[in-house]
């Protein structure tokens, strides 16, 4: 048993926080990808996979570019708020609607 209603969607384990009109997502972000994309839910994070290396702030910097862009923002509305020097990273994007973030992160 899954524990939810036949026909409904399943619920992603992603880790979403409204937080001082910012949603926070939990990241593991992989640098050095071929490409930088959203891979999807990996565990309780968000699988992000970036093409810049782990350099002076570039891979956060692409983090940055690659949310921004499923989220129809520009880059600088969108922040590496905590793990800046680790995978596993947190991210703020303005608003308050985790369902909104969720469903441009999670179906982009």
């Known amino acids: 048993?899954?524990?939810r209603r036949a026909g409904s969607p399943p619920v992603s384990p992603v880790r979403?926080?409204?937080?001082?009109?910012r949603v926070l997502v939990a990241l593991k972000v992989v640098p050095?990808?071929?490409?930088?994309k959203i891979v999807g839910p990996l565990g309780d994070r968000l699988?992000?996979?970036?093409?810049?290396p782990p350099e002076r702030g570039a891979a956060?910097?692409?983090?940055?570019?690659?949310l921004a862009a499923a989220l129809g923002l520009r880059p600088g509305?969108?922040?590496?708020?905590?793990?800046?020097?680790?995978?596993?990273?947190?991210?703020?994007v303005p608003g308050d609607d985790?369902?909104?973030?969720?469903?441009a992160l999670e179906g982009a």
């Open 47 to 52: 699988k992000v996979a970036v093409a810049a």
């Open 98 to 103: 985790v369902a909104a973030v969720r469903a």
């Open 32 to 36: 050095g990808a071929s490409r930088s």
């Open 77 to 92: 509305d969108v922040a590496v708020v905590a793990g800046l020097a680790t995978p596993l990273k947190t991210a703020s």
């Open 60 to 66: 956060n910097a692409e983090v940055c570019r690659v």
């Open 1 to 3: 048993m899954t524990g």
């Open 16 to 21: 979403y926080e409204v937080r001082d009109g």
